[in-house]
């Protein structure tokens, strides 16, 4: 049978080897002085540890006996870690890209804290000892004056003056470049600085008259978005379908092809278009021309607002069409105005409008039947709608279904207008000179044509256009002076023209 020790000595720890344990030492040895001396010995022996986190506690630092210090330390500390925090963070969100965002304002760098790495260095403080930056001149005390005797200076120097000025150029806007007076030492005049500052306010208030005539006038096959809200609101109000697009454009206006919904439990036409007059005078600088000596509308002129004109130039359409219409003249049906938005029916069919007299290619025959209802029109255009159209042309005139349709006649004014005669000669010129390039044969000429339209026997004589004239002239001047004895006064807008609804202006 095998001892215990041997078999204690041959089994092994699969640990490793297993050193000698230390011998146990009594409680009456702990607590003896001998013993507390032998291991204050041991620890001076041992070797002192090295690192900046040591010596960071062993150097002589500022008094840590105040809390304030401390906590200004320990923020220090916490600073530091969140901006090497933010900075790992910023190199990889950046990674490789070309653009790069950073970080810097979110940093947290104490003003003292004294760093060699250039990334810690804070943009004020490279500048506050800046030596290339200018110093901005002393304000004058509120008595007006500095210094004493001999080197007094007043609130009136030439220099501090100067210099004064150049420091307030930095109010101007943004947008006007001042350079770097103060760095230079410019010293600007009272009579500069004035100009100058002039010149600014010129260019911010005419930069923002640009700016709101973009934003609230019609351009070319565009509309300014209070045309736009209305056009919305007529498709929202069922009137239109939807709005297709632009057909036409011209000085006065752009007209827009729609389709038509129902206006006050009565159908609208299928096909419709919006004529928008345009709210720049721009192209159509004359336009008071036809308006301020309308006798229908004199008293309601006002050249100062151009929006109040483009809505009763609007207007002014809409009762000559409902006239002309009342008379049975091929002309557009009036639907509906609003402000200066008309709606009338579409002359033309699927989308496609019917084309202009000096478009259409037609027979020997068909530009005949084409002239003598042109004469027929302006002949009952003038005697019972006591109406001259002013802008008569082949550019004013369709074709459609075998018949010529009158457009555009916002300028139309009675005989009675002090120019109206002088439109109509107008007119007949036009008519005359077109069917005659067109190759018509028996086209009466202008002045018999003017004679033949008005009623009235002008002497044509040799035919000489300054002596027709004259005789016009002076029948218009004879004409205004019966008017004003007869103290004929404008009419009110609900005449017998039978027009259709006027919306209240009720978005103003």
């Given amino acids: 049978m095998d001892q215990p020790g041997v078999t204690a000595e041959a089994r092994k720890n699969p640990w490793g080897c297993v050193g000698p344990t230390a011998p146990a030492c009594p409680l009456t040895e702990v607590m003896s002085e001998q013993l507390a001396t032998q ?4 620890n001076s022996s041992f070797s002192a540890l090295t690192g900046p986190e040591v010596d960071l506690l062993l150097e002589d630092g500022p008094d840590t006996t105040s809390d304030l210090m401390l906590a200004q330390m320990l923020q220090m500390q916490f600073d530091r870690e969140f901006d090497d925090q933010l900075r790992r963070e910023e190199r990889k969100f950046n990674g490789d890209s070309k653009v790069s965002i950073s970080f810097e304002n979110y940093r947290m760098v104490h003003p003292y804290e004294d760093s060699d790495s250039s990334e810690d260095e804070v943009d004020w403080q ?24 001999k080197n007094i200076t007043t609130k009136h120097d030439e220099v501090a003056c100067g210099r ?5 150029m930095d109010n101007f806007a943004p947008e006007v470049q001042v350079g770097d007076g103060l760095g230079m030492d410019l010293k600007l005049s009272n009579q500069v600085f004035n100009s100058l500052k002039q010149h600014c306010y010129s260019e911010q208030r005419r930069s923002a008259r640009l700016h709101e005539k973009k934003e609230h006038s019609t ?19 069922g009137v239109l379908e939807n709005i297709n697009g632009c057909i036409s454009t011209g000085k006065e206006s752009v007209v827009f092809h729609a389709d038509g919904g129902r206006l006050e439990e009565e159908p609208v036409p299928g096909e419709v278009v919006l004529k928008v007059f345009k709210t720049t005078l721009n192209e159509f600088k004359n336009r008071d021309r036809y308006i301020k000596d309308d006798y229908r509308f004199k008293d309601r002129f006002s050249k100062l607002n151009p929006r109040k004109v483009i809505r009763l130039w609007a207007e002014k359409e809409m009762h000559n069409l409902s006239r002309m219409k009342k008379a049975g003249l091929p002309v557009p049906d009036v639907v509906l105005l609003k402000k200066h938005i008309l709606v009338m029916s579409f002359i033309g069919k699927d989308h496609v409008p019917a084309p202009k007299l000096k478009d259409v290619t037609l027979s020997s025959e068909d530009m005949k039947a084409a002239y003598y209802q042109v004469l027929q029109l302006m002949q009952q255009l003038y005697q019972e709608c006591h109406l001259v159209h002013a802008d008569l042309s082949e550019y004013n005139m369709l074709w459609y279904q075998e018949k010529v349709w009158l457009i555009d006649v916002s300028q139309s004014v009675e005989p009675t207008h002090p120019h109206g005669l002088e439109f109509l000669f107008r007119d007949c010129r036009n008519v005359s000179t077109f069917f005659q390039k067109r190759g018509v044969g028996d086209v009466m000429s202008v002045y018999e044509l003017f004679n033949a339209v008005t009623g009235l026997s002008v002497p044509v004589g040799a035919e000489d256009e300054a002596d027709f004239m004259s005789e016009i002239v002076a029948l218009e001047k004879r004409n205004e002076d019966h008017i004003q004895k007869r103290g004929k006064k404008s009419f009110p807008v609900t005449s017998e023209d039978g027009g259709p609804p006027l919306k209240p202006d009720t978005d103003d």
């Fill in 219 to 237: 351009a070319e096959q565009a509309v300014d978005p209070r045309t736009r809200l209305l056009m919305y609101k007529m498709v929202n109000a």
């Fill in 39 to 42: 291991l204050e010995e041991d």
């Fill in 126 to 149: 490279d500048t506050r000892h800046d030596p290339y930056r200018a110093d901005k001149p002393q304000t004058t005390p509120r008595r007006g004056f500095s210094r004493k005797g």
């Fill in 164 to 168: 004064k000025n150049t420091a307030r």
